[in-house]
Structure formats: structure tokens, C-alpha cells
């Protein structure tokens, strides 16, 4: 079982940036992919960027990229979403979530995915 919590959510003005983390626990964190998404009201979840276990590879969606930036700290089980040029579009909820342990490479379906947080709201005004 893994447990995760996200936290650094909050309304910050078009232009703006906020980072957000997800602390995780319960297993061996070096070993999991981890992955962030997002979801706004009355759409489906969607992939936004995911880690792969060491942190060599990211892939990004194409609507954050050269925007946002993920990384892990892998002593602190911690990763992170900095998320910089924030738009009104980005506003919905953010999830992190864990992918099998051992799998290699960077998941990016939801479905790969086998744990989740609570999610943690990002609320960009215009």
C-alpha cells in the first residue's frame, strides 16, 4: 500500500507559478513511476506529466510543455510539479499517482496508474 499526499495548490493570477508536491509513503519510492494529472469540472482526467522510477526520462503533455517541469527526491519520497506561465486553461484539480512497482519507462495512461492522492486544487484567474 502506498499512501500520498499532495499539497501546494491554491489561486494564483494568469502568468503566475506554483509548485506542487506529493509526499509519499508506505513502500520503497526509488522503485515506482509517479505521475501527475489533472481534472476539470465536466472533463476526464488527463495526463499531465510523468517520472520514470530513477527520474531519467519525463514525458510532458503538449499543453505544458516548456512550462512545467516534474522532478523527484527520491530520499524524501517526494516529487514535485513546478508549474511556471500558468494559464486559465491549467485551472482543475491535480492528482499524483503511483504506477507498478518496477515498472520501467514513464506511464501515461490513468489506467497504468495504481495509486492516487487526494488531489489538491490549482485555480488560475485571468
Known amino acids: 500500500q502506498v499512501q500520498l499526499v499532495e499539497s501546494g495548490g491554491g489561486l494564483v493570477q494568469a502568468g503566475g507559478s506554483l509548485r506542487l508536491s506529493c509526499a509519499a509513503s508506505?513502500?520503497?519510492?526509488?522503485?515506482?513511476?509517479m505521475g501527475w494529472f489533472r481534472q476539470a469540472p465536466g472533463k476526464e482526467r488527463e495526463f499531465v506529466v510523468g517520472?520514470?522510477?530513477?527520474?531519467?526520462?519525463?514525458v510532458y503533455a503538449d499543453s505544458v510543455k516548456g512550462r512545467f517541469t516534474i522532478s523527484r527526491d527520491n530520499v524524501k519520497n517526494t516529487v514535485y510539479l513546478q508549474m511556471n506561465g500558468l494559464k486559465p486553461e491549467d485551472t482543475a484539480v491535480y492528482y499524483c499517482?503511483?504506477?507498478?512497482?518496477?515498472?520501467?519507462?514513464?506511464?501515461?495512461?490513468?489506467?497504468?496508474?495504481?495509486?492516487w492522492g487526494q488531489g489538491t486544487q490549482v485555480t488560475v484567474s485571468s
Open positions: 517520472i520514470s522510477r530513477g527520474g531519467g526520462s519525463t
Open positions: 508506505g513502500r520503497t519510492f526509488i522503485d515506482i513511476s
Open positions: 499517482a503511483v504506477g507498478p512497482p518496477l515498472r520501467l519507462g514513464v506511464l501515461q495512461s490513468p489506467n497504468e496508474y495504481l495509486y
